[in-house]
Structure formats: structure tokens, C-alpha cells
């Protein structure tokens, strides 16, 4: 009776032993699927910034070259001015504009540097609201 009993209790922990390696398995395959994802999402994130800073790069580039040919044009208008007054009104009008044109090109790569902050930060946001959902279930269970 007390060999029937003990092999009764050693194939109950066999079993038990054999589906906690098996729970430990999916787990841990879990696991490293929820990291491949993440990885994933970094990657797509290094992705839309390094793209989102070439653009950036450009238009700063854009803009560094309007400004030469802007003050180009300014240094002429000034030199063909023939009196004063004429010099202290284009100069005035120089002024003006390129507060007017600092203000919007500044606000336009603010903008941009906004957005590319939004866009490279969505996937691992995904990624951070994936963790909480699996944290809150596992939590609830």
C-alpha cells in the first residue's frame, strides 16, 4: 500500500514538474517575443528619427542659403541707397523682414522638431502601453 502511495505522490510532482517546465517554456518564449517587439520598435523609432533629422538638415540648409542670398541682396539694396535717409528706411525695411523671416523659420523647425519627436516616439510608446496591458493582466490573474 504505502509503494502504491508513493508512486501515486512521485507521478503527481513528475507531473506537476513536467507542466511548470512547460508553463516556464511559454513564458520564457513569451518573453523573448515581447523583446523581438520591442527591439523592433526601437529600431523603427532610430529609423523615423535618423530620417526625420536628414530632413531637418536639409531644410536647415534651405534656410542658411536663402539667408546668404537674402543678405546679398540686402548689402546691395543698402550700397545703392543715396542719401540718409534713403539708407536708414531700407535698412528699417531690412530689419523688419528678417524678424518677420527669423520668427517663421524659426517656428517651422520648432515644428518640425515636434513632430519628429511624436512620430520617433509612437512605436515605443506602443511598446511601453504593451508592457502595462501584460502587467496589468498578469496583476489581475
Do not use: H
Amino acid at each position: 500500500m504505502t509503494t502504491r502511495k508513493n508512486t501515486a505522490t512521485a507521478a503527481k510532482q513528475a507531473d506537476a514538474a513536467v507542466k511548470a517546465g512547460a508553463d516556464a517554456f511559454q513564458g520564457y518564449e513569451e518573453v523573448v517575443a515581447f523583446a523581438k517587439d520591442t527591439v523592433e520598435a526601437v529600431m523603427e523609432s532610430s529609423t523615423i528619427l535618423a530620417k526625420g533629422v536628414q530632413e531637418f538638415n536639409k531644410v536647415w540648409f534651405d534656410l542658411a542659403q536663402a539667408s546668404v542670398e537674402q543678405n546679398v541682396a540686402a548689402t546691395k539694396a543698402l550700397l545703392g541707397c543715396k542719401s540718409v535717409k534713403e539708407l536708414a528706411e531700407v535698412q528699417s525695411g531690412l530689419v523688419a523682414k528678417n524678424y518677420d523671416v527669423l520668427v517663421a523659420d524659426s517656428r517651422k523647425l520648432s515644428d518640425m522638431s515636434v513632430k519628429l519627436a511624436e512620430e520617433a516616439a509612437k512605436p515605443v510608446n506602443a511598446r511601453v502601453n504593451a508592457a502595462m496591458d501584460r502587467l496589468s493582466k498578469s496583476v489581475a490573474v
